[in-house]
């Protein structure tokens, strides 16, 4: 119970608290690209959740044998990549070989799973220090918040497009630029971080 306590809070923590594709930017524009295209909007979604998780779980193994050898930050955001790129080559073999997945598939594979918010989960997992149920609660944490994110930047594109009040230079990515500055002005007063200095 403890163990599953720990992996909701930490994902609670990651969607709401330090939401790290709205209060630091990570994966913003697969965010923006994704809330354009809804048909896709589900299978990216899931795609970055997925290796947001397995990368957390794998990566927290790593951690731990890396507590004991003190590896350096270079050599651990190597073995990261490393890491993130075996499962990529993992799934892409078997979806291919498996599901006969299509060129393009694997092509958005890649992308969901060289996302910046899916390497940067595993450096943020060792310097929070969480456990093995806390990386993958951050995992799937940052998995849901790339769904926020899009979900939000889906609504306010739609409203903006709606709204005939907007003085014609401010009309599209203008306004759509505002709306996502206020959003993730929002989201980091939630963070401990300093925004001005």
């Known amino acids: 119970m403890k163990i ?9 923590y990651t969607v709401f608290v330090q939401n790290l594709v709205l209060s630091s930017g990570l994966g913003i524009s697969e965010a923006f690209r994704v809330s354009t295209k809804p048909g896709t909007f589900g299978r990216i979604a899931v795609m970055i959740s997925g290796f947001s998780i397995v990368t957390s779980a794998l990566c927290a193994v790593v951690n731990d044998y890396a507590a004991q050898s003190e590896l350096t930050y270079a050599l651990r955001a190597v073995v990261y990549g490393i890491v993130l ?9 078997f979806a291919k070989l498996i599901f006969r997945a299509s060129d393009k598939f694997l092509g958005t594979l890649g992308i969901a799973a060289f996302n910046t918010l899916v390497f940067a989960i595993p ?23 790339f769904i926020l994110a899009a979900a ?3 609504k306010g594109s739609q409203l903006i497009a709606e709204n005939d009040d907007i003085p014609d230079a401010f009309k599209g990515t203008p306004a759509m630029f505002f709306y996502v500055a206020l959003i993730s002005l929002a989201f980091a007063g939630f963070t401990d971080t300093n925004i001005f200095g």
């Open 85 to 93: 790129a075996s499962v990529y080559a993992v799934v892409a073999i």
């Open 4 to 12: 599953i306590t720990e992996l909701l809070i930490t994902a609670f």
């Open 123 to 145: 450096h943020i997992n060792n310097s929070a220090a969480y456990s093995f149920a806390g990386s993958i609660g951050s995992g799937l944490g940052a998995g849901v918040a």
């Open 152 to 154: 939000l930047i889906n």
